[in-house]
């Protein structure tokens, strides 16, 4: 469960960092969103140092919650309701996140 919410967390971190400069370039957003961005892509990158497995494992692993985390921010933030097909991928993506992520050791 640990490993699982310090995915969510990872992925939260990445998203906010993309998601601002996204906001500034195409909404016209203010130039101030890249300071939080900024802190929030560093942030993303400690969180995966803390990660227990190799660094390729982790990134191989941690894209499955990130799709799924992405899809919920579609929802949550851009008000965009998952469709069926978005629910499957994120089925599909955490199968592999799983096989990945809780192999025997």
Wanted: some cysteine; charged content about 10%; overall charge positive.
């Amino acid at each position: 469960m640990k490993t699982l919410l310090l995915f969510v967390a990872t992925a939260l971190a990445e998203i906010v960092g993309c998601y601002l400069p996204y906001r500034w370039l195409r909404e016209g957003a203010s130039f101030w969103l890249l300071v939080p961005a900024a802190v929030s892509l560093a942030l993303f990158a400690w969180l995966l140092t803390l990660h227990p497995s190799a660094a390729g494992r982790t990134y191989a692993a941690y894209g499955g919650v990130y799709i799924c985390v992405a899809i919920f921010w579609l929802w949550a933030v851009e008000s965009i309701r998952p469709t069926g097909w978005d629910l499957a991928g994120i089925a599909f993506a955490l199968t592999g996140m799983a096989l990945i992520a809780f192999q025997p050791r």
